[in-house]
């Protein structure tokens, strides 16, 4: 108990009493300055923060072009290569009925052969070589009747 009493007259003496609510011109002024300097300081490490993202977006970017043009000059030097006679070997894909039977009951072979071409020109266009291992029909996540409601409801006007 005495412990708190103590504690409360420590609070109450670090405040300012209420009949000395006129406060003298140094406190208002160290009041006033400290405040405009936090304030300035926040500022100023805000303005750094933005500058440090910039360099370090800036830089991301840098090495993206730069990535893009290797490539751009890769694929320019492989374009002239070719004119100049040499041959580029490409890989087929591989049959998916030999590689494995991941057909689904029900497709028909020329729906495969489709996806197979679309497939083929990915593969060609970006220069990895792509591989079909199964093809199945989508099961629906909701049901028909949901999907016509969804449809119904979200048709623009």
Known sequence: MIDMQKMLA?????TI?????D?????????????????????????LL???????????????????????????????????????????PESVTAAGDGIEDGIEEEVVAVIMAAISAMSAETGKKLVLKSVRTAKPQRPV???????????PF
């Not at 009493?17 to 609510?21: N, S």
């Not at 009747?145 to 048709?155: D, F, H, L, M």
């Open 10 to 14: 420590q609070i109450m003496a670090s």
């Open 17 to 21: 009493p209420p009949d000395k609510t």
């Open 23 to 47: 406060l003298d011109s140094g406190t208002v002024a160290s009041v006033v300055i400290t405040g405009i300097s936090v304030v300035f300081i926040g500022l100023i490490i805000l303005i």
């Open 50 to 92: 933005v500058t440090l993202y910039g360099k370090i977006f800036e830089a991301i970017n840098a090495r993206a072009a730069a990535a893009k043009e290797a490539e751009e000059k890769a694929a320019k030097a492989k374009a002239e290569k070719a004119a100049e006679g040499e041959a580029i070997v490409k890989s087929e």
């Open 145 to 155: 009747w949901a999907s016509a409601g969804v449809n119904e409801n979200t048709r």
